[in-house]
């Protein structure tokens, strides 16, 4: 077990304010002496998640930066080596990171991996394969973005906290603060997004997005998502998927499409200009914007998207 981590910055400061002693000049201990504690997320929104609940003295290091696509990401040999150098390791889980467990293996880390999604995670929030109309996919594996679902973030963010306490014992009463006051935050949101849905009659709530990420979001506000592309972002959906698509946004006057940060943008343009539908925004499904943006944060990206949905579906929000 490693030291906690402030120690060296206690060190420091038990240094500096020695300054001069006796007529020697004490050298402060350089806080570099002893790094400090360093942990490893594997993606924009899980490392948001850990700076909530970790105090500013931990370097949080994100693995798929802001705006990137974890589904079809390649890792570096420098992620290697910071992944070697962690003190631990937080990962989404359900298979969304799948390049990770050839990355552990590469870097050698022996550390503590913190998974957010635990068994008790639904597999999804539809049947494996769902048909959805004239649209239809398959999916293979659970559906990986439970950060869709303040609910099961809720879980996890409680799951990751106990596994920093874990690994951190002299910080639990810290720790325990910040999550307890991260997840008041998360219940005022998740009362206000209701009230936003609730002004739009159930059976006009549907929306089209370019991959299918927002299933457990629809699943927890009484929203159908229809997507051209599955879970992953793998591979390119079909023409004849597309067409079904466009016949079904015509027949159902479906008129909510959104483009997603991750996502080339034309694909869902394409969509619009055949169904005549409009646009609605851009949501931010797989990754938190850069920062100053819109969706910088784990919050501010779910009260980004649920307020452009409600919107496009004609609710009235106040700002």
Not at 43 to 59: G, M
Not at 285 to 294: K, N, Y
Request: with cysteine; hydrophobic share 45%.
């Amino acid at each position: 077990m490693s030291q906690p981590f402030s120690s060296a910055r206690r060190a420091g400061l038990r240094a500096l304010g020695a300054g001069v002693w006796g007529g020697v000049v004490v050298l402060p201990t350089p806080l570099w002496a002893a790094p400090p504690a360093r942990l490893v997320a594997s993606f924009s929104i899980v490392a948001d998640v850990c700076r909530e609940l970790l105090p500013p003295e931990v370097e949080v290091i994100t693995l798929v930066s802001a705006n990137a696509d974890a589904h079809v990401f390649e890792p570096s040999a420098a992620d290697g080596r910071r992944l070697a150098q962690a003190d631990v390791v937080v990962i989404n889980g359900l298979g969304f990171e799948g390049w990770m467990t050839r990355l552990i293996q590469v870097s050698g880390y022996k550390g503590l991996l913190v998974v957010a999604a635990g068994e008790e995670t639904p597999a999804s929030a539809t049947a494996p394969a769902h048909r959805h109309g004239a649209h239809d996919h398959g999916h293979a594996g659970p559906d990986p973005h439970i950060w869709q679902d303040l609910g099961l973030m809720r879980v996890a963010i409680g799951r990751i906290a106990a596994a920093l306490i874990a690994r951190w014992p002299a910080q639990a009463g810290a720790i325990t603060q910040r999550r307890d006051a991260y997840l008041v935050r998360l219940s005022q949101l998740d009362q206000h997004v209701r009230a936003w849905l609730a002004q739009v009659p159930r059976e006009q709530r549907r929306a089209i997005t370019s991959h299918d990420a927002f299933g457990r979001f629809g699943a927890a506000y009484g929203v159908e998502f229809l997507a051209p592309q599955g879970w992953s972002t793998h591979s390119e959906p079909s023409a004849a998927a597309v067409g079904r698509l466009i016949r079904q946004i015509r027949q159902q006057r479906i008129r909510a499409l959104f483009v997603e940060n991750i996502s080339d943008r034309r694909l869902i343009q394409r969509i619009a200009q055949e169904s005549g539908a409009q646009v609605g925004g851009t949501l931010y499904s797989d990754a938190l914007s850069a920062p100053g943006g819109p969706a910088d944060t784990y919050l501010r990206l779910f009260e980004h998207n649920a307020r452009t949905i409600a919107q496009a579906l004609g609710a009235t929000v106040s700002p």
